[in-house]
């Protein structure tokens, strides 16, 4: 083996460990970062929910609550009112009331009463009384770990419940289920760890390249680093900023009097929190990119499934691939599901998208257009940039790399105010006509 070859070949194994090593530390660092945050954005969550409850509750009709008024107005409707606020709030497993009874601190109204049998009922005493607890009754407060109980492993946020002279009479209690904030956690902790397996894999390839594949590992490589950035920056910069606002707006809305004005903040940051999904979402798929052969896929089958599965009424589609097949990446079907969304979300006078291909000298062209408002002459490249990803998501970013993949390319010709246009130049070779549709 030539001398330079084989020195090359080590340092490349030996820059890629050096790589391992310092990704592998960096990601398992912004992966605990990233629970921590989310874990406090829970705990927020978790206090605000209990505040508005709270604000809700009448507190000289519940400081007459005695036991044995299960049967009462009083209680009925506050159990209905707890169990509905719980209904529509999945990730919410219990809301209660509670006061303190000397040194004891006793259920009063359980949102479970007359549903789980495991219920607390009026003067029940409960004996895993934490400081957190006992902070409820004078300030909003939130357990700093989870607890386990007869009910189960929770995490909790308390607030007081105050009469007409502002007098503390008890604490409404919202707990989330262990599983459901560890869930959370893993949501985002997925994509460090799916980057970890990518880095894995990458060396893996690198100890049984030979010679004649070195220059196809080292584009290989150059392409994981490029991933690895991008996620990188959406982990840390994009992610965070955006679990920095959810928990401002948060706050705002626990220091906000009026109910029309929380619910407002409580639409932002139920926008905020899908914008993470949304986020999460991409970096799934993005580092899925490229891990599998491409495969040969029926256009038409394709685009007629997404139109299914997006729902939408008042548009009409018209979808003329015939039997047309491509050799493309597993997942071209995203294409076509951030294509079509695009013209849903954006056409704004949007009502009908056509889609059908054309025959050229170096291959075919896939047509999508619609009838929409089109897109400004100063933006049609920009769209398939990370950078614009604020008005467009990140679909036609991800769009664009899927199709380059097999050497595909996508830019958009349509004409402002008239509609949008989209072309994807299939290369020869990567397109056939198969025998059924």
Partial sequence: MNHRFR????????????????????????????????????????????????????????????????????????????????????????????R?????????????????PDAAIIGEIYPDVTPDLLMGFTQTSTGKDFITDKWGTTLSGYAPIRDGRGNVVGLVGVDMDSKTVIGKQQYIGMTSYALLIIILVLFSMSAIITDTHRARVEIMIERANEKLNVLNNIIRHDIFNTITALMGYEEMAQQTDTMPEVQKKLITIAALTEKIQQQITFTRDYQNLGLSMPQWQNVQKIITQEISLSGTTGVTFSMD??????????????????????????????????????????????II?????????????????????????????????????????????????????????????????????
Avoid: C
């Avoid at 409707?77 to 219990?94: G, M, V, W």
């Avoid at 056409?347 to 291959?363: D, F, N």
């Fill in 321 to 366: 691939f015939g039997n047309l097949e491509i050799l493309a990446d597993p997942l071209l079907e995203r294409v076509f599901h951030h294509l079509l969304d695009n013209s849903l979300k954006h056409g704004q006078t949007l009502t009908k998208i056509h889609g059908y291909y054309q025959r050229t000298g170096a291959g075919i062209i896939l």
């Fill in 7 to 98: 020195n090359a070949r080590i340092l490349t194994i030996l820059l890629i460990i050096l790589m391992f090593f310092i990704t592998g530390f960096s990601f398992i660092l912004i992966d605990t970062m990233a629970k921590d945050a989310l874990l406090g954005a829970t705990r927020d969550e978790l206090k605000g929910s209990a505040s508005i409850i709270a604000s809700q509750i009448n507190g000289d009709t519940f400081a007459r609550i005695q036991p044995g008024d299960e049967a009462t107005p009083a209680f009925t409707s506050l159990q209905s009112t707890l169990d509905t606020i719980r209904k529509a709030e999945p990730s919410i497993r219990y809301i209660y009331t509670m």
């Fill in 369 to 437: 257009e619609d009838d929409g408002i089109g897109i400004p002459e100063d933006e049609k490249e920009a769209i398939f940039k990370r950078q614009f990803y604020q008005n467009t998501g990140f679909g036609l970013f991800l769009s664009k790399d899927i199709l380059s993949m097999t050497n595909f390319s996508i830019r958009e010709t349509g004409e402002p105010g008239k509609g949008a246009r989209f072309e994807m130049k299939v290369p020869k070779g990567a397109y056939r006509f198969s025998d059924t549709v």
């Fill in 100 to 116: 303190q009874n000397g040194s004891a601190v006793e259920f009063v109204v359980d949102a479970d009463y007359w549903i789980d």
